[in-house]
């Protein structure tokens, strides 16, 4: 009987699906990797395959986390099939290092410099559990200091803020219309404008204008 039982235990492990894991979580953290962000997956501790219920006919990776991964994370293996109106899930610890490219000072910054790129190196860190965030290549010119910042340190996102494209009292550039049709006028800047928002303007007939700041220093109004 015990041996009768063996068999069907074995003969029920057989039947059961298994999912070979280890490549598909590196691939899954590969997708979400940028040019200025990335990771280096550890699966050397993870189960070659993992046996899911004899029901399962497929089964996928889910991920529950932001966009900068980091430490130990819980990986969701999600088994289906037709015969079962509920999937089951299974779940897979892996650990995650991230690497960022983060902007080094090469001289020395005073508070209020624009943040030029030609005085930045950019080297890769570990900020793994790190909650700082350093700004992007892309976009670290539309940025200037709060603080002064030392040569050979690092910047991160909270040390800088966004630098007007056009200040208070200045002459700026307006756009107004629709469906392709624009007209342009001068108008005088109310407040300092950033790029992607909202600004107040004089028009030249002493009327206050709002429209949306472009990162060339003009203003669409619609």
């Known amino acids: 009987m015990i041996h ?27 997708s979400l990797q940028t040019n200025s962000m990335r990771f280096v997956v550890d699966t050397a501790g993870l189960p ?30 999600v088994w289906t099939g037709k015969d079962s ?39 890769w860190r570990r900020t793994t559990g790190m909650r700082v965030i350093p700004p992007t290549p892309d976009s670290v010119g539309r940025f200037r200091t709060r603080t002064g910042i030392s040569p050979g340190q690092a910047i991160w996102r909270n040390q800088l803020e966004l630098r007007p ?6 002459l700026v550039k307006v756009q107004a219309g629709n469906q392709g049709a624009f007209a342009s006028i001068d108008a005088v800047a109310l407040e300092d404008g950033f790029a992607g928002s909202k600004t107040h303007l004089k028009s030249p007939w002493g009327k206050t204008i709002t429209g949306l700041t472009k990162s060339d220093g003009t203003v669409l109004v619609h």
Request: aromatic share 10%; glycine share 8%; proline share 7%.
């Open 85 to 123: 109106p509920f999937p089951r899930r299974d779940w897979v610890q892996v650990r995650v290092e991230r690497q960022e490219l983060v902007p080094v000072a090469r001289g020395r910054f005073l508070s209020g410099d624009a943040i030029d790129s030609s005085r930045l190196d950019w080297q």
């Open 165 to 170: 494209v056009f200040h208070k009292g200045d």
């Open 48 to 77: 070659d395959s993992v046996r899911g219920p004899n029901w399962a006919t497929g089964w996928k990776l889910e991920r529950d986390g932001g966009t900068r991964p980091g430490g130990t994370e819980a990986i969701t293996l």
């Open 4 to 30: 009768s039982l063996f068999l069907a235990l074995a003969a029920l492990a057989w039947m059961s699906p298994a999912a070979k894991i280890r490549a598909p979580i590196a691939s899954l953290y590969e």
